[in-house]
């Protein structure tokens, strides 16, 4: 019963193993990530970078534009490598390439460094992006062949996508401002959805993860978005703890990720 009524919303699960395997990877592994966070394993970049810690870093800046580039040139080569195909798989390409884009171009020209990244944490994003990248645009290609979902959700995942770059942009914006050029001290987040949750750039960026899944409507791309939205979650939780040791005045009832909820 279940499982009719999600074939409802998704394509029938790619033949490939490898497909089928990579779905249940990112889904565990991620909210193993997400569990870690909440119990204070983080991953080792930006503010929850421990002060302790004595393996090999690079700046943050170099570090951001290593995890992003791959999946940036996976999907624009995806653009040139598969001339054909129907509108979905135009739009998903196209949906991955901007998110990756915005990305860089947000660690070139919006936000402002003073910290590290270890190069572990680098590698394991950089790694991570590049599979979601190339096996999303992937596992689209092998749907040309089937029959579309019952329940087109394409057009619904459209503005959902915009919405979730815009608001994680503004967000992103924002923090930008909360410092100005060189200076390492942190603040407190205020203005947009900051006086709701501590990391309103997660939720918005989660909402974007999910504007991609509708559009492309594969057991992977679920699993994925899944994994992402618990994995930003526990990432949002160790950072409200964070913003708790730090500042004395951070407002109790400042939710991580959901307003109001959690």
Request: proline residues 4%; positive net charge.
């Amino acid at each position: 019963m279940v499982l009719s009524v999600l074939l409802k919303f998704i394509f029938p699960p790619a033949a490939s193993v490898v497909i089928r395997a990579m779905s249940a990877i990112s889904l565990l592994s991620m909210s193993n990530a997400g569990l870690m966070e909440v119990k204070g394993k983080s991953m080792q970049y930006s503010k929850l970078l421990s002060s302790n810690n004595d393996k090999a870093r690079v700046r943050g800046k170099v570090g951001m534009i290593a995890a992003y580039t791959p999946a940036f040139l996976a999907g624009t080569f995806s653009l040139f490598i598969f001339p054909h195909g129907d509108l979905r798989f135009t739009l998903l390409r196209s949906a991955i390439t901007t998110h990756f884009f915005k990305r860089l171009f947000e660690v070139m020209f919006v936000h402002k460094y003073s910290g590290f990244m270890e190069k572990e944490t680098m590698v394991a994003i950089s790694v991570s992006y590049f599979l979601y990248s190339a096996i999303m645009i992937y596992c689209q290609q092998l749907m040309l062949q089937l029959p579309e979902p019952s329940i087109d959700l394409k057009y619904i995942g459209i503005p959902i996508f915009l919405v979730g770059i815009g608001g994680n942009f503004y967000h992103h914006y924002l923090l930008s401002k909360l410092r100005s050029e060189g200076e390492k001290q942190y603040r407190i987040p205020k203005g947009g959805l900051f006086s709701l949750v501590v990391c309103p750039h997660y939720l918005f960026e989660i909402i974007g993860f999910w504007g991609i899944s509708c559009i492309s409507q594969t057991l992977y791309s679920i699993s994925f978005s899944l994994g992402s939205t618990l994995y930003l979650m526990g990432r949002s939780y160790a950072t409200r703890r964070w913003y708790h040791s730090k500042f004395e005045d951070f407002p109790k009832d400042v939710k991580a990720f959901i307003p109001f909820i959690f």
